[in-house]
């Protein structure tokens, strides 16, 4: 009977996985300017600018590329998802010229992988293409490998635009998830995304699953000396952002909340500015507005009034 077992030489087998769900939130007095908020916030994170923020992580973390999938919603949201790898796949060759090639010496994983993620590439060519892994050529790290990891090691994006049907408070919600299996850390990334979205509050989550072993055999369930997500959060970014911290130690679980700490009405008006209130509209604004936060923040309907 043969054997189909991948045989993973050296590999890292810990599997890393960073959420990372960030809120805008925002007040309309129209449902004009309700709707053109949603179209600013849908046109300002459509697939093409996520697809660039993702692929900068890639480079943060240092992995690989191996195939973006990306896709606009009607009447709006996006969505964008890449599915990379710790080793690259370095060369592409057409489908039709892989049977000259001779396949004893050379290690190919035929494929419909979208090409065009990589440079040099024909866009047209891209459901007729062989994948050769560099890698090959070493004989320990098989195309095969890369691919058989390709459900662990992937970074993916969702937006959700959302209103309060009569309340005026528009939400717009992204939710990044970034795993690798391997070396390649995700919280590398964190600050990058930090910056990217600007976020009012941020919900952080990164845990750690499987093992790895050590020269002797003893198993190391996480190859990070991490107390707190806030370790890899910059200077700035903390002095800005009430945290607090959730964590299981024991079973490789980190969460931190992040809620802005200075409020100015201004920034959360849309179609319109303080200036253009009076002062008790200003007022209850500001607490429903307010309100909405903390029931992100805290991730529970308010019955008190602000």
């Not at 130690?249 to 969460?255: D, G, K, L, T």
């Not at 607490?287 to 805290?298: G, S």
Request: net charge negative; glycine share 4%.
């Amino acid at each position: 009977m043969k054997n189909n077992k991948i045989k993973l030489f050296g590999f890292n087998n810990l599997t890393k996985t960073l959420s990372f769900n960030m809120y805008d939130i925002c007040y309309t007095k129209t449902v004009f300017d309700r709707d053109a908020y949603i179209s600013y916030i849908d046109e300002q994170y459509n697939a093409e600018r996520l697809t660039k923020i993702l692929k900068h992580v890639t480079e943060i973390i240092g992995a690989n590329i191996l195939n973006i999938a990306k896709q606009d919603y009607d009447p709006q949201g996006a969505s964008v998802t890449l599915l990379v790898s710790e080793e690259p796949v370095n060369n592409i060759i057409p489908r039709g010229n892989c049977h000259s090639l001779d396949a004893n010496n050379l290690d190919l994983e035929t494929s419909n992988f979208d090409t065009n993620r990589f440079d040099n590439s024909d866009e047209n060519n891209a459901d007729n293409a062989c994948i050769i892994s560099k890698a090959s050529s070493a004989k320990n790290i098989k195309p095969e490998s890369v691919v058989a990891h390709l459900d662990k090691s992937h970074i993916t994006v969702h937006t959700y635009p959302e209103y309060h049907p009569d309340g005026g408070v528009c939400t717009f919600r992204a939710d990044i998830d970034v795993s690798t299996c391997g070396k390649i850390s995700p919280l590398n990334a964190l600050n990058y995304l930090i910056s990217c979205f600007d976020a009012d509050i941020m919900t952080i989550d990164y845990r750690v699953r499987g093992f790895t072993r050590d020269i002797t055999g003893r198993k190391i369930f996480n190859d990070q000396n991490l107390t707190s997500i806030q370790s890899f959060i910059s200077k700035e970014v903390l002095d800005r952002y009430y945290m607090i911290d959730v964590n299981v130690y024991q079973e490789n679980i980190f969460h931190t909340k992040c809620k802005l700490k200075e409020f100015d009405l201004d920034n959360y008006l849309f179609g319109l500015s303080k200036d253009e209130l009076h002062a008790g509209e200003a007022r209850k604004i500001t607490q429903r507005l307010m309100k909405e936060m903390d029931e992100i923040f805290y991730g529970q309907n308010m019955a008190i009034d602000y």
